[in-house]
């Protein structure tokens, strides 16, 4: 086989689609997949056999690297539907930069751009029945890599296979959200993989969040691992902090996930010349703003729930309700941010992606 054949986009179509199964109004986020998959294996230092084929399990050694080390990193961005039925994607290039920077820190190789967007737009547009429209309804898709070398030696895999999963998804949080701020636990630390999105990162959170959840909590606001003092981001959102009308948010590190819905909050806030600043901000400044009343609002920013607001937080065992304002930045940036994504409004920053 020469290399053109083996880089070639091999489609493999189901023979029937199961979208007639799936009952669209009651969702669970992340357990139904579409009817295709992407996979795309490396092996003697080269990418080979792209290949779309029917949504199915994998046959995979018992001593493949994964297993062992945790060699695997991944994404999440979703495709929406308009009024008018296109289907878009929101700034798919950050996720495929995303990738392969969080593939750097874990010593896996770098996947080509001209297979991610072409499998992706190819996926996509072959599964587009499943993309439904209306606001909150989205494609959740998951581009992820992992070691597959079968051997238990503790080295960096030879071999990894690529994957896109595409998975129907509803509004993702009900309601709002109550937060623990983290005093004991941490998510990443100075030098570590905190800035990357490793498997293993969100393993480490479950218990932790677990303790958190018994309390009544349903995500922890991880602080710096050192000091547990400034404020970092929550389990799967970075978090904006609202003092008076100015924005704070902790800025990107090496221990902080670089997140497309919180650089995209931070444009739309500097458009509607709302102050932001990217700065370290101290549990105790958030405390005092909560006794205050200058603590306006929280609010999480990610990909699966767009934006989150929080309704209380607890530090030291004291629980700080918030109610939410008339003037909400949460809500005007989730409706800002969907009127985009569903192409109901103008694209200013040209975030909007075609898919054909
Ligand atoms: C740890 C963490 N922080 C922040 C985010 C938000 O990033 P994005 O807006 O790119 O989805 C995510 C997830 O997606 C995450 O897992």
């Not at 609202?242 to 806030?269: E, H």
Request: hydrophobic residues 40%; aromatic residues 12%; glycine residues 6%.
């Amino acid at each position: 086989m020469n290399s053109s054949s083996t880089k070639a986009l091999n489609i493999q179509k189901a023979e029937k689609s199961r979208i007639d199964q799936v009952d669209f109004d009651n969702l669970t986020f992340g357990n139904i997949f579409t009817d295709h998959m992407f996979e795309c294996d490396y092996k003697n230092g080269e990418w080979h056999n792209p290949t779309i084929r029917p949504y199915g399990n994998l046959t995979i050694s018992p001593a493949a690297k994964v297993f062992h080390y945790g060699q695997a990193v991944f994404e999440g961005m979703k495709a929406f539907k308009d009024d008018q039925g296109k289907v878009w994607l929101f700034r798919p290039e950050e996720n495929f930069k995303r990738i392969n920077k969080s593939s750097v820190r874990l010593a896996i190789p770098q996947f080509p751009r001209e297979i991610f967007f072409e499998a992706l737009t190819t996926l996509v547009k072959m599964d587009k029945e499943w993309v439904r429209p209306g606001q909150g309804n989205s494609l959740y898709l998951r581009p992820f890599v992992f070691a597959t070398q079968a051997g238990v030696g503790a080295s960096p895999s030879t071999e990894y296979k690529f994957m896109i999963l595409m998975s129907p998804a509803q509004a993702y949080y009900t309601g709002d959200v109550r937060v623990e701020i983290a005093e004991h636990f941490s998510r990443s630390a100075n030098g570590g993989v905190g800035a990357a999105k490793a498997a293993g990162n969100y393993a480490a959170q479950f218990y932790p969040t677990n303790l958190a959840k018994e309390k009544g909590f349903q995500q922890v606001i991880w602080t710096d691992a050192s000091s547990h003092e400034y404020l970092e981001e929550a389990g799967t959102m970075n978090v904006f902090f609202r003092v008076n009308d100015t924005l704070l948010t902790a800025p990107i590190s090496d221990r902080i996930l670089d997140g497309v819905t919180r650089k995209s909050v931070i444009a739309l806030a500097k458009r509607d010349n709302i102050d932001v600043e990217e700065r370290r901000v101290r549990v105790s400044e958030i405390v005092e703003a909560a006794k205050n009343g200058t603590l306006k609002e929280i609010f999480g920013a990610g990909t699966a729930a767009v934006i989150s607001p929080v309704s209380a937080f607890s530090f030291q065992d004291t629980v700080y309700e918030l109610e939410k304002p008339s003037d909400s930045y949460a809500t005007k940036f989730k409706q800002e941010l969907m009127d985009i994504q569903y192409n109901r409004g103008e694209d200013p920053f040209n975030w909007r992606f075609p898919i054909e």
